[in-house]
């Protein structure tokens, strides 16, 4: 079983920062991707973006030049910071791994954390 752990939301005014990290732990032999979602209410759930093992890095158009993630494979944590925050950044965000495998041949699943609010606000 694999367990991911949202940090870092909050409040935050517009055009300030939040810096999000996920960390993922459990039976992980290897993973292809983590990747950051949100959902604000009444909204479907949004790709933000996505790093690949391989280093490969998606953003939504909304979020480009503002939010930046990163990875620390060794220690399976994904982190998003969060630049020039926005109303409309208001969500829930979640983190998933992608394709997380427990052995080198055995079955992949994906993975979700719970989820953290992340509000801006003045």
């Known amino acids: 079983q694999v367990q991911l752990v949202e940090s870092g939301g909050g409040l935050v005014q517009p055009g300030g920062s939040l810096r999000l990290s996920c960390a993922a732990s459990g039976s992980i032999f290897s993973l292809d991707a983590m990747v950051w979602y949100r959902q604000a209410p009444g909204n479907q759930r949004q790709l933000v973006a996505r790093?690949?093992?391989?280093?490969?890095?998606n953003y939504v158009d909304s979020v480009k030049g503002r939010f930046t993630i990163s990875r620390d494979n060794a220690k399976n944590t994904v982190f998003l910071q969060m630049n020039e925050l926005k109303p409309e950044d208001t969500a829930v965000y979640l983190c998933?791994?992608?394709?997380?495998?427990?052995?080198?041949?055995?079955?992949?699943?994906?993975?979700w954390g719970q989820g953290i609010q992340v509000t801006v606000s003045s």
């Open positions: 998933k791994a992608e394709r997380v495998v427990a052995t080198r041949w055995g079955p992949w699943n994906d993975y």
């Open positions: 790093i690949a093992t391989d280093g490969s890095i």
